[in-house]
Nanobody
């Protein structure tokens, strides 16, 4: 599975962005998908994950109610809708694929896309 993330940019606090992660490979629907982020000087952290078929999702506490993860199996794409953005959301966001149903730990993910930078100004 190859992953290509896009959609990052500069946005003011309170604004919204939608990140996309396009996947190639015939087995995309067999993988749980997740988004992680890494802020400057910090470790990569889990943001959100979704199951193989998109029936369940899980979020880290800091983004609950503001971010929504979704997937379109027909388009082999996973999205991260981000709203009410805060300066502390500034980070490089990466998408990843896991063979488990849904994963929240970095080590569960075996395929990674390149990151896309999200900058939230105050």
């Amino acid at each position: 599975v190859q992953l290509q993330a896009s959609g990052g940019g500069l946005v003011q606090a309170g604004g919204s962005l939608r990140l996309s992660c396009a996947a190639s490979g015939r087995t995309f629907s067999s993988y749980g998908m997740g988004w992680f982020r890494q802020a400057p000087g910090k470790e990569r952290e889990f943001v959100a994950a979704i199951t193989w078929r998109g029936s369940s999702a899980y979020y880290t506490d800091s983004v609950k109610g503001r971010f929504t993860i979704s997937r379109d199996l027909a388009k082999n794409t996973v999205y991260l809708h981000m709203s009410s953005l805060k300066p502390e959301d500034t980070a490089v966001y990466s998408c990843a694929a896991t063979p488990v149903r849904i994963g929240i730990h970095l080590l569960e993910y075996v395929y990674w896309g390149q990151g896309t930078l999200v900058t939230v100004s105050s």
